[in-house]
C-alpha cells in the first residue's frame, strides 16, 4: 500500500524491502502503549480468518493476554467471500510481555506462513520446553532442532534458556541437529 492518508491512519504504508521483508510503516498523534517496533501475523492462504483462534490458543498456553482486537463486524463490513464478520481486522497481544501483532487478511493472498521466520521461545527447563513445544507442534515432518510448526502455520522455535552453555558441551551440535523437540539431558 503506497504511503496515504487511509481512513485509519492519516500516513501509512505497507512495504516490502530489498530482502522481501514487510513492513506496515504509520504515524500517531498520540501516545498508543506500543512498541516502536513488534511482529505481526497476517493470517492468509491455508490459516484465513484463524487469527482469533490462534490468538486465543496463543495467549492460553503463554499466560498471556489479549490488549486489543477489532473485527470486521465490528467496524460494519459483513462477508464477502475472504472474510467473516467475526474475521480480525487489528490485533495485539502480549506473550511474556512482549507485543505481536495479528490480522486476517481482507483479500485472498497468494502466500500464507512459511519456515523462514520464527517466534523463538526461551523456556526454562525440560517442563517448560514439553509444554510449549507439545502444546503448539502440528507438523511432525517440520521438528527438527527445536522448530515447529503449528496448526496455523506459524514456526516456532522452543530453545532451553541455557541454550549456550549446552552448545559448549562435546559433540552438542551434532546431538541438536539429530533433535524435534530439544531434551536438556540428551547434551
Excluded at 123 to 136: K, N, S, T
Aim: net charge negative.
Amino acid at each position: 500500500m503506497p504511503l496515504a492518508s487511509y481512513d485509519f491512519n492519516e500516513h501509512y504504508s505497507w512495504v516490502q524491502d530489498k530482502f522481501g521483508v514487510s513492513w506496515q510503516l504509520l504515524t500517531h498523534t498520540e501516545p498508543t502503549g506500543l512498541p516502536a517496533i513488534y511482529p505481526s501475523l497476517m493470517f492468509c492462504g491455508q490459516a484465513q480468518n484463524r487469527a482469533a483462534e490462534a490468538i486465543d490458543r496463543y495467549t492460553k498456553l503463554f499466560d498471556g493476554r489479549v490488549n486489543q482486537k477489532v473485527t470486521y463486524g465490528e467496524i460494519g463490513q459483513g462477508a464477502n467471500g475472504v472474510i467473516e464478520p467475526d474475521s480480525v481486522v487489528f490485533a495485539t497481544f502480549e506473550l511474556f510481555g512482549e507485543t505481536i501483532g495479528a490480522m486476517d487478511s481482507a483479500v485472498k493472498q497468494p502466500f500464507s506462513f512459511d519456515g523462514g521466520v520464527a517466534l523463538l521461545v526461551n523456556a526454562h527447563g525440560q517442563g517448560e520446553i514439553d509444554r510449549y513445544f507439545d502444546g503448539l507442534s502440528a507438523v511432525p515432518e517440520a521438528e527438527r532442532c527445536g522448530w515447529l510448526r503449528d496448526e496455523f502455520g506459524v514456526s516456532w522455535e522452543i530453545v532451553p534458556d541455557n541454550m549456550g552453555e549446552l552448545m559448549t558441551k562435546p559433540n552438542a551440535y551434532e546431538k541438536l541437529m539429530g533433535m524435534g523437540k530439544i531434551i536438556i539431558e540428551e547434551f
